[in-house]
């Protein structure tokens, strides 16, 4: 397997894992706190922390990232291994993401610190909560695509590559706060909540099919 397939295959896979994080407690928090109307009110713009959100996501999952594929190439042996122990990966994470096993997920208990609202700038918070959104494992997990991505990045065994990887995280991760620029009065954020929960199931067979796909092909490439 190439390490531009590889790096491909974790990509999507790191896309999809943020995609569904939306849904988290945090996602969902973040959703109902920056927004414009909840910036207005506290005397910020919203474009200004949004965008601080946007680099902190974006920059904590490529440092994450670069870490972690620096730390993946002290493992000798090559890419050999790598496309076998990335199918293995993607195989566990189906397994969980597919069944009841998802609800026995290990969580890490911290959230973000909405008390920084009450403290500090738009930017400083939106720059935060951003950065630690963006590690990914350190908040409420949503699904095993997201462990599974950061393994990914262990496993390519190269900075350059898990710092993508990283960067794909984040960068979806921002995007996902996009929906709550339609958030300026309480009708419309109502309307945006009641979306997000007619989505969450479809978002869920979405990760599925996502990861069995990303299986397949892995399989065809190894095979």
Known sequence: MSESLFVIVACVLAAVGAMRATWSPCGQSMLASLTPVGERGRGFSWPVTATAYAIGATAAGALTGLGLGAAGSLVPGGLGWRGPALLGTLLTALAIDATPLRRRLLRARGQVNEDWMARYRG?????????????????????????????????????????????????????????????????????????????DSPAARAVVASELILCIAVIGRLA
């Open 123 to 199: 930017w400083v918070y939106g720059l935060g909560f951003g950065a630690r959104l963006g590690v990914g494992f350190t908040t409420l997990v949503a699904c095993a695509a997201v462990y599974a991505t950061f393994l990914s990045e262990l496993l390519s065994g190269s900075a350059s590559a898990g710092a993508l990887i990283g960067v794909t995280f984040g960068a979806v991760k921002a995007l996902a706060l996009l929906p709550a620029a339609t958030g300026r009065d309480q009708r419309s954020l109502q309307a945006l909540h009641r979306a997000l929960a007619r989505w």
